[in-house]
T-cell receptor, first 112, second 115 residues
Framework: GENVEQHPSTLSVQEGDSAVIKCTYS??????FPWYKQELGKGPQLIID?????GEKKDQRIAVTLNKTAKHFSLHITETQPEDSAVYFC???????????FGAGTRLTVKP | EPEVTQTPSHQVTQMGQEVILRCVPI?????FYWYRQILGQKVEFLVS????????KSEIFDDQFSVERPDGSNFTLKIRSTKLEDSAMYFC?????????????FGEGSRLTVL
Protein backbone atom coordinates (compact mmCIF):
# COMPACT_ATOMS: atom_id res chain seq x y z
CA GLY A 1 0.00 0.00 0.00
CA GLU A 2 0.88 3.66 -0.19
CA ASN A 3 3.22 5.19 2.42
CA VAL A 4 3.62 8.94 2.67
CA GLU A 5 6.48 10.62 4.50
CA GLN A 6 6.34 14.32 5.34
CA HIS A 7 9.05 16.72 6.50
CA PRO A 8 9.62 18.74 8.55
CA SER A 9 7.31 17.92 11.44
CA THR A 10 7.53 21.51 12.68
CA LEU A 11 8.45 24.67 10.85
CA SER A 12 8.74 28.19 12.22
CA VAL A 13 9.16 31.19 9.93
CA GLN A 14 8.99 34.95 10.19
CA GLU A 15 6.03 36.71 8.68
CA GLY A 16 6.77 37.46 5.04
CA ASP A 17 9.22 34.59 4.61
CA SER A 18 8.51 31.52 2.49
CA ALA A 19 7.71 28.07 3.86
CA VAL A 20 8.35 24.77 2.10
CA ILE A 21 6.98 21.40 3.18
CA LYS A 22 8.09 18.23 1.42
CA CYS A 23 6.49 14.82 1.00
CA THR A 24 7.54 11.56 -0.56
CA TYR A 25 5.32 8.65 -1.51
CA SER A 26 5.97 5.03 -2.28
CA UNK A 27 3.30 3.87 -4.74
CA UNK A 28 4.10 4.84 -8.31
CA UNK A 29 0.42 4.32 -9.19
CA UNK A 30 -0.59 7.30 -7.05
CA UNK A 31 -1.80 10.13 -9.25
CA UNK A 32 -3.55 12.59 -6.94
CA PHE A 33 -1.73 14.70 -4.37
CA PRO A 34 -3.79 17.05 -2.21
CA TRP A 35 -2.64 19.31 0.60
CA TYR A 36 -4.84 19.97 3.61
CA LYS A 37 -4.67 22.70 6.21
CA GLN A 38 -5.93 21.87 9.68
CA GLU A 39 -6.53 24.71 12.07
CA LEU A 40 -6.87 24.09 15.78
CA GLY A 41 -10.11 22.30 16.59
CA LYS A 42 -11.18 21.95 12.97
CA GLY A 43 -11.14 19.27 10.32
CA PRO A 44 -8.63 19.23 7.47
CA GLN A 45 -9.53 21.59 4.63
CA LEU A 46 -8.23 21.16 1.09
CA ILE A 47 -6.05 24.09 0.07
CA ILE A 48 -4.52 22.89 -3.18
CA ASP A 49 -4.15 19.66 -5.11
CA UNK A 50 -2.21 18.40 -8.08
CA UNK A 51 -2.67 15.48 -10.42
CA UNK A 52 0.10 13.49 -11.99
CA UNK A 53 -0.27 15.01 -15.44
CA UNK A 54 0.84 18.38 -14.04
CA GLY A 55 4.24 19.31 -12.61
CA GLU A 56 3.33 22.52 -10.84
CA LYS A 57 0.20 24.34 -9.78
CA LYS A 58 -0.15 27.76 -8.20
CA ASP A 59 -2.98 29.51 -6.40
CA GLN A 60 -2.07 32.97 -5.17
CA ARG A 61 0.51 32.52 -2.39
CA ILE A 62 0.53 28.74 -2.43
CA ALA A 63 2.03 26.42 -4.99
CA VAL A 64 2.61 22.70 -5.24
CA THR A 65 5.29 20.97 -7.29
CA LEU A 66 5.35 17.30 -8.23
CA ASN A 67 8.24 15.15 -9.34
CA LYS A 68 6.78 11.78 -10.36
CA THR A 69 10.15 10.28 -11.21
CA ALA A 70 11.49 10.94 -7.73
CA LYS A 71 8.07 10.38 -6.12
CA HIS A 72 8.06 13.61 -4.20
CA PHE A 73 5.91 16.70 -4.03
CA SER A 74 6.19 19.95 -2.13
CA LEU A 75 4.02 22.75 -0.83
CA HIS A 76 5.36 26.30 -1.11
CA ILE A 77 3.80 29.20 0.75
CA THR A 78 5.17 32.65 -0.08
CA GLU A 79 4.77 35.87 1.89
CA THR A 80 3.59 33.95 4.93
CA GLN A 81 1.11 35.54 7.29
CA PRO A 82 0.24 34.67 10.92
CA GLU A 83 -3.06 33.19 9.73
CA ASP A 84 -1.10 30.60 7.76
CA SER A 85 -0.16 29.06 11.11
CA ALA A 86 -1.74 25.58 11.18
CA VAL A 87 -0.93 21.92 10.65
CA TYR A 88 -0.51 21.00 7.00
CA PHE A 89 -1.00 17.46 5.72
CA CYS A 90 0.02 16.08 2.38
CA UNK A 91 -1.69 13.03 0.95
CA UNK A 92 -1.25 10.71 -1.99
CA UNK A 93 -3.96 8.69 -3.66
CA UNK A 94 -4.59 6.48 -6.62
CA UNK A 95 -7.70 5.20 -8.26
CA UNK A 96 -10.11 6.50 -5.65
CA UNK A 97 -10.23 8.15 -2.27
CA UNK A 98 -10.05 4.78 -0.50
CA UNK A 99 -6.39 4.60 -1.46
CA UNK A 100 -5.48 8.03 -0.17
CA UNK A 101 -2.93 8.09 2.63
CA PHE A 102 -1.85 11.08 4.65
CA GLY A 103 1.53 12.30 5.77
CA ALA A 104 2.17 12.85 9.46
CA GLY A 105 1.64 16.59 9.23
CA THR A 106 3.77 19.72 9.59
CA ARG A 107 3.00 22.28 12.25
CA LEU A 108 3.74 25.66 10.69
CA THR A 109 4.12 28.67 12.93
CA VAL A 110 4.39 32.10 11.36
CA LYS A 111 5.80 34.63 13.80
CA PRO A 112 4.66 38.24 13.39
CA GLU B 1 -21.08 26.96 1.46
CA PRO B 2 -22.21 23.38 2.06
CA GLU B 3 -20.37 21.58 4.82
CA VAL B 4 -20.07 18.26 6.58
CA THR B 5 -21.38 18.39 10.13
CA GLN B 6 -20.51 16.03 12.94
CA THR B 7 -21.97 15.38 16.37
CA PRO B 8 -21.03 15.24 19.14
CA SER B 9 -17.98 17.47 19.10
CA HIS B 10 -16.65 15.70 22.18
CA GLN B 11 -17.71 12.48 23.88
CA VAL B 12 -16.29 10.95 27.01
CA THR B 13 -17.11 7.31 27.64
CA GLN B 14 -16.09 4.44 29.86
CA MET B 15 -14.12 1.55 28.40
CA GLY B 16 -16.44 -1.16 27.13
CA GLN B 17 -19.31 1.20 26.34
CA GLU B 18 -20.85 1.62 22.91
CA VAL B 19 -20.40 4.92 21.11
CA ILE B 20 -22.16 6.29 18.05
CA LEU B 21 -20.65 9.20 16.17
CA ARG B 22 -22.90 10.99 13.74
CA CYS B 23 -22.21 12.80 10.50
CA VAL B 24 -24.34 14.66 7.99
CA PRO B 25 -22.43 14.68 4.69
CA ILE B 26 -22.93 17.29 2.00
CA UNK B 27 -26.33 16.57 0.49
CA UNK B 28 -25.44 15.71 -3.10
CA UNK B 29 -22.36 13.68 -2.22
CA UNK B 30 -22.32 9.96 -2.82
CA UNK B 31 -19.13 8.78 -1.12
CA PHE B 32 -18.64 8.85 2.62
CA TYR B 33 -15.62 8.18 4.77
CA TRP B 34 -14.47 7.94 8.32
CA TYR B 35 -10.92 8.84 9.33
CA ARG B 36 -9.24 8.74 12.70
CA GLN B 37 -6.52 10.97 14.10
CA ILE B 38 -4.86 9.97 17.34
CA LEU B 39 -3.52 13.04 19.11
CA GLY B 40 -0.42 14.35 17.36
CA GLN B 41 -0.42 11.64 14.72
CA LYS B 42 -1.41 11.36 11.08
CA VAL B 43 -4.93 11.13 9.76
CA GLU B 44 -5.73 7.44 9.17
CA PHE B 45 -8.34 5.98 6.82
CA LEU B 46 -10.94 3.79 8.52
CA VAL B 47 -13.69 3.05 6.04
CA SER B 48 -15.43 4.22 2.88
CA UNK B 49 -19.09 3.81 2.05
CA UNK B 50 -20.94 4.02 -1.24
CA UNK B 51 -24.34 2.88 -2.42
CA UNK B 52 -25.31 1.75 1.07
CA UNK B 53 -22.41 -0.55 1.59
CA UNK B 54 -18.81 -0.50 2.68
CA UNK B 55 -16.53 -0.18 -0.34
CA UNK B 56 -13.26 -0.45 1.55
CA LYS B 57 -12.00 -0.65 5.11
CA SER B 58 -8.60 -0.52 6.73
CA GLU B 59 -7.06 -2.96 9.18
CA ILE B 60 -8.05 -0.56 11.97
CA PHE B 61 -11.73 -1.09 11.16
CA ASP B 62 -12.22 -4.39 12.96
CA ASP B 63 -15.40 -6.12 14.14
CA GLN B 64 -15.87 -3.53 16.88
CA PHE B 65 -16.62 -0.89 14.25
CA SER B 66 -19.64 -0.54 12.03
CA VAL B 67 -21.09 2.15 9.80
CA GLU B 68 -24.62 2.86 8.74
CA ARG B 69 -26.59 5.33 6.70
CA PRO B 70 -29.91 4.94 8.48
CA ASP B 71 -32.04 7.62 6.85
CA GLY B 72 -30.50 9.03 3.69
CA SER B 73 -28.88 11.98 5.42
CA ASN B 74 -26.97 10.71 8.45
CA PHE B 75 -23.85 8.57 8.29
CA THR B 76 -22.88 6.98 11.57
CA LEU B 77 -19.83 5.25 13.00
CA LYS B 78 -20.50 2.85 15.85
CA ILE B 79 -17.85 1.44 18.16
CA ARG B 80 -19.40 -1.51 19.98
CA SER B 81 -17.12 -1.87 22.97
CA THR B 82 -14.67 0.99 23.28
CA LYS B 83 -11.06 0.50 24.26
CA LEU B 84 -8.62 3.04 25.65
CA GLU B 85 -6.78 3.10 22.34
CA ASP B 86 -9.95 4.21 20.55
CA SER B 87 -9.41 7.65 22.05
CA ALA B 88 -8.90 9.90 19.05
CA MET B 89 -10.44 12.53 16.85
CA TYR B 90 -12.82 10.95 14.34
CA PHE B 91 -13.39 12.81 11.09
CA CYS B 92 -16.21 12.19 8.67
CA UNK B 93 -15.67 13.19 5.04
CA UNK B 94 -17.67 13.10 1.83
CA UNK B 95 -17.01 13.52 -1.86
CA UNK B 96 -19.11 13.62 -5.00
CA UNK B 97 -16.99 12.19 -7.79
CA UNK B 98 -17.92 8.64 -8.72
CA UNK B 99 -14.97 7.36 -10.65
CA UNK B 100 -11.89 9.33 -9.78
CA UNK B 101 -10.29 10.78 -6.73
CA UNK B 102 -11.97 14.03 -5.89
CA UNK B 103 -11.92 16.62 -3.19
CA UNK B 104 -12.72 15.33 0.25
CA UNK B 105 -14.77 17.62 2.44
CA PHE B 106 -14.10 16.99 6.11
CA GLY B 107 -16.25 17.70 9.10
CA GLU B 108 -14.82 19.35 12.19
CA GLY B 109 -14.40 16.06 13.95
CA SER B 110 -15.69 14.28 17.04
CA ARG B 111 -13.22 13.90 19.86
CA LEU B 112 -13.67 10.58 21.63
CA THR B 113 -12.10 10.10 25.05
CA VAL B 114 -12.25 6.59 26.50
CA LEU B 115 -11.56 6.35 30.22
Amino acid sequence: GENVEQHPSTLSVQEGDSAVIKCTYSDSASNYFPWYKQELGKGPQLIIDIRSNVGEKKDQRIAVTLNKTAKHFSLHITETQPEDSAVYFCAAGGQNNNDMRFGAGTRLTVKP
Amino acid sequence: EPEVTQTPSHQVTQMGQEVILRCVPISNHLYFYWYRQILGQKVEFLVSFYNNEISEKSEIFDDQFSVERPDGSNFTLKIRSTKLEDSAMYFCASSDLPSETGELFFGEGSRLTVL
